[in-house]
């Protein structure tokens, strides 16, 4: 039985616990302090060297465009010309879905990997977008066994992932088209021209949509007997010939430009950030000193 004044075994363990981690605090800290120079002197060096090399690493420019998607019911026909047709628009394929399927529609359109694999071609971009294994000088890319040839897919998956983006406001239905890239210039003419492209891209699908209603609904019109049925289809050519113009003459088609994306200006770059580099070398350095501050213990 243990004495009056005495813990018990329990007690005596957590006493013991608590005074191993006080005297590992206390020995941290001794060696902290008998290593302070070294540590001082490494961890504002690899600092100072962390600083340097944001200053000479590759600025980033982010341009971005405002825009706001159109949806396809404003270039179709209203409720009443709805209603008026019944059965018939779900025979002849017409699109009934509502603004917010449309708006997902041509926002998928504008991130999907044919417009943007056509964009990069028809801007020859293959040679900027990898431009580390372009051999400028020689007008060849650099290869060997383990690196051929870079192609379209090497261009697309990189443009997708770290130079174009789109963000999209759920509550004002607006979206941003970023491009993240060295020149600034550049950026803003890429970002205008991919709206431009995507514009285009869904107006031309749109338009032979309608060229191809219309050749239907003309034959349907040949074989209509009823006069009802032949005023629908009437009908019905009308709105495609209406959805052709549109398609045809409409610049902001499927995206409407509320703001063009402009170049910034050259201080203000998004990448490389500063403070980052200057963090990340302090802990390289402390960690480094703290090295050979062990092994100068060991050998002592």
Not at 8 to 24: E, H, L, Q
Not at 182 to 207: C, G, Y
Not at 248 to 256: C, H, K, L, P
Request: charged share 20%.
């Amino acid at each position: 039985m243990s004495g009056a004044g005495a813990p018990d075994p329990p007690a005596r363990a957590i006493y013991a616990a608590g005074d191993s981690r006080t005297v590992d605090l206390v020995v941290m800290v001794k060696f902290f302090v008998r290593h302070i120079a070294l540590f001082a002197w490494c961890a504002t060096a690899a600092t100072a060297l962390g600083l340097g090399v944001s200053f000479h690493a590759t600025r980033i420019y982010r341009a971005e465009a405002t825009v706001q998607p159109v949806s396809y019911a404003d270039q179709s026909m209203g409720l009443s010309g709805m209603r008026q047709l019944g059965a018939l628009s779900p025979l002849l394929g017409l699109q009934l879905g509502g603004a917010d399927s449309s708006t997902a529609a041509s926002l998928a359109v504008l991130k999907s990997h044919q417009l943007l694999t056509q964009f990069i071609a028809e801007q020859n971009l293959l040679t900027k977008i990898l431009a580390n294994r372009w051999d400028a000088a020689n007008g060849r890319w650099r290869t060997s066994w383990w690196t051929p040839t870079p192609t379209i897919e090497d261009a697309y998956e990189r443009f997708s992932r770290e130079i174009f983006a789109t963000h999209e406001n759920p509550k004002s239905g607006l979206v941003v088209v970023a491009i993240d890239w060295r020149d600034p210039v550049e950026a803003a003419r890429w970002s205008n021209a991919l709206i431009a492209k995507a514009n285009s891209f869904i107006a031309q699908q749109a338009s032979a949509e309608a060229d191809l209603r219309i050749k239907y609904l003309n034959l349907e019109l040949q074989k209509a007997d009823q006069v009802e049925l032949r005023q629908a289809i009437y009908t019905l050519i009308e709105e495609e010939i209406k959805k052709r113009m549109l398609a045809q003459t409409s610049v902001g088609y499927a995206f409407r430009v509320l703001d063009p994306a402009a170049a910034p200006p050259v201080r203000e770059y998004i990448r490389p950030m500063r403070i980052l580099y200057a963090i990340a070398g302090f802990i390289l350095g402390t960690l480094f000193a703290a090295v050979l501050a062990t092994r100068r213990d060991q050998r002592r």
